[in-house]
Every structure is written in C-alpha cells, then in structure tokens.
C-alpha cells in the first residue's frame, strides 16, 4: 500500500514539475500581444529596418500592424513560426500581384476594382507598374492626394504638361470638397441636419475615386466637367447656410449682448431709485 501511494506521489511531483514549472514542454508558443516583426526589424539594418521606420509613420500603423498586408503572424517571436507557409505570409509580392495584396485583410476594395477596370490595370499586368505603390509608396502611406502622384512615374507615358494640368485638375477638386467638408462639420456642430449634404458628399468622393483610379484620358476629359459642378453645388449650398448661420450666431450674441446691458441698466436703475428714497 505504502508502495502504490510512493508511486502516485511521484507521478504527481513529476506532472507538476512538467505542467507548471516547465509549461512551454507542454504547449507551443502562444501568440503576444508585441508586434514581434517590428520588434525584430528594428534591430536590422538598410531596407529592412527602413521598411519599419517609415511604416511607423504611415496610416497604416495606426489602423494595424504588418500582418494585415504581410500576413504570417507578428505575435509569434520565432521567425520560422511566424513566416510559416500555413500563415500566408509574403515577403516581397511580385509587382503585378500588388494589387491584390493591397487589397488583403478585406482593405481598399473600392479603388482596387475601380483601378481594375482602368487602362492603367492592363498595363500593370504587364509591366509590372503602374500600381499602387507607383503613387502612394511602398511603407510610409499618406493621406491620399494629388500631391502624392509622382511625376516620374507618370511622364514615363504621359507628358509633363498632361501630368501638370491632371495634378492641377485634382488639387482643386481636393480643395473645393475640403471646403465642403469644413462646412458641413460646422452645421453639424450647430445641430442642423447635414444628412443630405453627408450623402451628396460621399457620392462625390467615390465619383473622384473613380475619375483618379479607373478612368482614362478620354474619359477625364468628359467626366471632368460634370464632377466640378457636383463639388461647387454642394460648396455654393453648404456655404450660403454656414454663412447664414454664423449671421444669426452673431444676431444672438447681440440679442443676449443687449439684454444683459437692459438688465444692468435696470437694476443700476431700481438700486439708485432705492437709495435716493432711503
């Protein structure tokens, strides 16, 4: 008897040593809340630490870590793990699969179908470039804009002058929906209904994600016009009620202005009246 309960009292030293002392003999790596890739890139040298310095400045790295676009898994510190084929990591896609891998984690589904039916499409297939990273970079993503769009990248097919009036066409379309933007922001603020001016708005985005992603030469030329009046509509209408607004703004400070004053007056009035009879 004594012998049988040595022996159990052994096992349960052994299962205790290998289950809670040791539990990595048990289990496999667990995935951390560290992004381990840039963690170990950092400590690299050239492209490869590049990669994470100007990814750390990008939108991309506060939405997401290098996993959404990558893949693989960036909890795991062990780079075979994390790179295991089973993960779907990619290193460095080949140029006419960056559509596709911009388009990974369920992102940018709108411009990349809308660039899929471009011109530009065709020739990435074939070349290679243009593509995404032919404007908005490989790491360090921006606010998409026209200032973005590199003029080496277009004059390879395109003339300066072309390049020069499509970027121009552009940065005043950006700015005329800034200014709506602006606008719109501050009749919300106000509480005054901006759900139609939030439809129009949005309509025209996507119609100028398609005239920058997916229409040609041709197409901008025609399309260009109708877009322009889209955007000074909406200005000329949101600006005529922010202007309106901020009048009776200034209408009611004024109002409230002179009600206090008559206030004042009043009880510096009642208050002397009162000390002249006493």
Same mark, same amino acid.
């Given at each position: 008897m004594m012998g049988k309960i040595g022996i159990l009292s052994a096992l349960l030293i052994l299962f205790s040593y290998c289950g809670y002392l040791q539990p990595e003999l048990l289990a496999e790596k667990k995935p951390s809340e560290t992004d381990y890739c840039v963690e170990c890139h950092k400590g690299l040298s050239g492209s490869l630490k590049t990669a994470v310095d100007d990814w750390k400045k990008s939108r991309h790295s506060k939405i997401g870590t290098c996993n959404i676009c990558h893949q693989g898994n960036s909890g795991i510190n062990d780079k075979r793990q994390a790179k295991a084929p089973a993960s779907g990591y990619i290193g460095r896609p080949d140029r006419r699969m960056n559509i596709d891998f911009c388009g990974r984690g369920g992102c940018h589904s709108e411009h990349i179908n809308n660039f899929k039916i471009g011109p530009h499409?065709?020739?990435m297939l074939r070349d290679g470039k243009p593509d995404c990273l032919s404007c908005h970079? %490989?790491?360090?993503i921006e606010m998409p804009s026209s200032v973005i769009i590199k003029e080496t990248a277009c004059i390879k097919c395109h003339s300066r002058e072309d390049f020069g009036n499509f970027t121009m066409i552009l940065g005043n379309m950006e700015k005329g929906m800034e200014k709506v933007s602006e606008n719109i922001d501050y009749l919300k603020s106000k509480s005054i209904?901006?759900?139609?001016?939030?439809?129009?708005?949005?309509?025209?985005?996507? %119609?100028?994600n398609q005239f920058v992603h997916s229409m040609s030469k041709e197409d901008i030329k025609s399309t260009r016009k109708i877009i322009e009046l889209q955007i000074e509509n909406l200005s000329r209408e949101t600006s005529g009620l922010y202007s309106l607004t901020k009048r009776l703004d200034i209408f009611y400070i004024i109002i409230v202005s002179f009600g206090l004053i008559v206030i004042a007056g009043i009880s510096i009035y009642t208050f002397l009246?009162?000390?002249?009879?006493?």
């Open positions: 499409y065709k020739i970079g %490989f790491h360090r209904d901006v759900v139609p001016y939030q439809k129009r708005y949005v309509q025209s985005k996507v %119609f100028l009246t009162y000390m002249q009879r006493k």
